[in-house]
């Protein structure tokens, strides 16, 4: 019996080795599947981690972002207010001085200009921190990153305090230079203009539109220069010296500059421009409102081109508007710029820029 089977196995001696081998070889093809199974999702499992700590990292510099613009409004309302000073013009106005007229015009122009550079500068002051804080998110999240390949912090406190502080240059050269153009624009516009004119709520926005125009016309520099200074000696004077930390920030300077000089920031400066200058015109329909005993009803839609006031009435509601725009306490005027739906998308691209590993960005 046995010799049998030994000659049956010498018969097929090759198809038992064919069939040993390809039972160890699915044996092993297995295993390796297993692993690799294994490997793939612990690998997702980390990048789905990954993801959602830099989701939540982002979110939470967003709500940083928000609450720095509302922090910086009362600075900004500042100084626009030292600049622009109305209310001693108004005190004169009481005291029923011999130059009335006078001073009544110089009122329409203060309070015409001041009013258009708060909603210009408010706009600039929520995307350039926009750009700002979340260049600096970015590169906190790299910072803090498992696996980091590298110690040398990316943005340092000192250095996130010098690259920040270069917000001055609006809250200083930068508003000092749009006064003198929207001023300009004014004057053009307004200065030949009687104070017993009226005009409807149409008509004050034609207005308005027509300073705009001209300032975003014939400004000798584009918008984002009152942003940021793109002087290479003022952006090496901002970061005062040439330690490494001083490098970094001028590093940051020009990254910033960079992403100021993109269509993309373009866009969204203008999507906010025509959206605050749409709430203000927003704001300055409540007082163009028929009274309630009027016939018509206050919801036609002409009835807001149908109330007409005289300007010397109109002068004192635009000088008023600079309380609602630059409100620290978060009004429809600030909310619908930092809730706008590009500036978000706008956002979260310069944070997906500066949060993404230089050696993925190749």
């Known amino acids: 019996m046995f010799s049998s089977a030994w000659n049956f196995i010498k018969r097929h001696k090759k198809k038992f080795i064919f069939t040993g ?42 709500r940083t972002c928000n609450m720095t613009v509302l922090s910086m409004l009362p600075a900004l309302k500042e100084a ?4 622009l000073n109305s209310e001693s013009l108004t005190t004169l106005l009481k005291s029923k001085p011999a130059n009335k007229l006078e001073i009544w015009e110089d009122l329409k122009i ?18 350039l921190l926009r750009v700002q804080l979340n260049i600096i998110g970015g590169y906190l999240y790299l910072d803090n990153s498992v696996g980091k390949s590298t110690t040398t912090p990316l943005a ?23 006064i003198t153009v929207v001023k300009k624009a004014v004057q053009s516009s307004l200065g030949s203009v009687s104070l017993k004119e009226t005009w409807s ?60 000089d993109s269509p993309d920031f373009t866009t969204v400066l203008k999507v906010c421009l025509n959206r605050g200058f749409s709430r203000l015109c927003d704001n300055l329909a409540e007082f163009f409102r028929p009274p309630p005993s009027d016939s018509a009803p206050s919801c036609a839609p002409d009835s807001l081109s149908a109330v007409s006031l005289p300007l010397a ?23 619908e710029l930092l809730m706008n739906d590009q500036v978000k998308e706008f ?16």
């Not at 944070?351 to 190749?362: N, R, V």
Request: hydrophobic content about 40%; proline content about 3%; some cysteine.
């Open 21 to 62: 081998a390809l039972i160890g070889g699915v044996y092993l093809l297995g295993k390796y599947a297993q692993k690799k199974f294994s490997e793939i999702q612990e690998r997702e499992a980390t990048e789905y981690i990954a993801q959602a700590r830099r989701q939540f990292h982002f979110e939470s510099n967003q």
């Open 313 to 335: 009435k109109i002068i004192p509601i635009i000088n008023g508007q600079i309380n609602t725009i630059c409100s620290e306490t978060p009004s429809h005027f600030v909310q």
């Open 201 to 260: 709520l149409l008509e004050l926005e034609q207005q308005l539109n027509w300073i705009r125009a001209e300032v975003e016309a014939s400004s000798r520099r584009s918008l984002s220069w009152y942003l940021l200074a793109d002087d290479e000696n003022v952006l090496a004077d901002q970061a005062c010296g040439l330690t490494e930390n001083d490098i970094m920030t001028i590093k940051l300077l020009n990254e910033t500059r960079d992403m100021l």
């Open 156 to 178: 340092p406190p000192d250095v996130q305090q010098q690259y920040l502080s270069s917000i001055q240059h609006l809250l200083g050269d930068g508003l000092a230079e749009l």
């Open 110 to 127: 203060i309070s015409f200009t001041r009013t258009v550079v708060a909603v210009y500068s408010t706009c600039m002051l929520v995307v």
């Open 347 to 362: 956002a979260a691209n310069v944070y997906e820029t500066f949060s993404t590993p230089q050696e993925l960005q190749k």
């Open 80 to 83: 626009i207010v030292t600049q």
